[in-house]
């Protein structure tokens, strides 16, 4: 058996409103996009800014709780793996479609409140995470 490793991990800014949907079994899906960028030095001298887009995925739990906090804008980290499927576009065209299936999605943004830290400041979200339990546990720090 071959050894293979498969895993992302992204800190970029949230650039479309999360859309939510329910499978018809009850299954909860989020999806949305966010954009990294870097910049480099060309051999030239010249200072160039890359822009790279990722389609984002989230399933169950981690939907169900992401879709409360995720928001157009904001500044996150995703850890998961990158999954590729067939889609079959309306001219009848088959392509391709890479995304990155989150396992784990952290809110990198957040504001100070009265000298006291702000729950949105320290979300990190997988399927074992209720958020009202978390909310209460960060209430007691």
């Known amino acids: 058996m071959s ?4 895993k992302v991990i992204l800190i970029g800014i949230v650039a479309s409103e999360p859309e939510f949907k329910k ?3 009850g299954v909860s899906l989020l999806t949305f ?3 990294t960028s870097e910049s480099f030095k060309t051999a030239d001298g010249r200072i160039v800014d890359r822009t790279d887009w990722f389609s984002i995925v989230t399933w169950r739990n ?3 709780v992401s879709k409360k906090i995720v928001r157009k804008g904001a500044r996150i980290f995703v850890e998961g793996v990158l999954r590729s499927r067939d889609v ?3 001219s009848g065209e088959k392509v391709q479609k890479i995304e ?3 396992e784990n999605i952290l809110l990198l943004d957040g504001k100070k409140n009265n000298n006291k830290k702000d729950v949105s400041n320290y979300y ?3 399927d074992d995470i209720e958020l009202p339990d978390f909310l209460n546990d960060l209430e007691k720090i």
């Open 3 to 6: 050894r293979c490793f498969n």
């Open 23 to 25: 499978s018809p079994g």
């Open 33 to 35: 996009r966010i954009m």
């Open 62 to 64: 981690l939907a169900d």
């Open 88 to 90: 079959q576009l309306r």
């Open 100 to 102: 990155v299936v989150a």
């Open 124 to 126: 990190a979200v997988g």
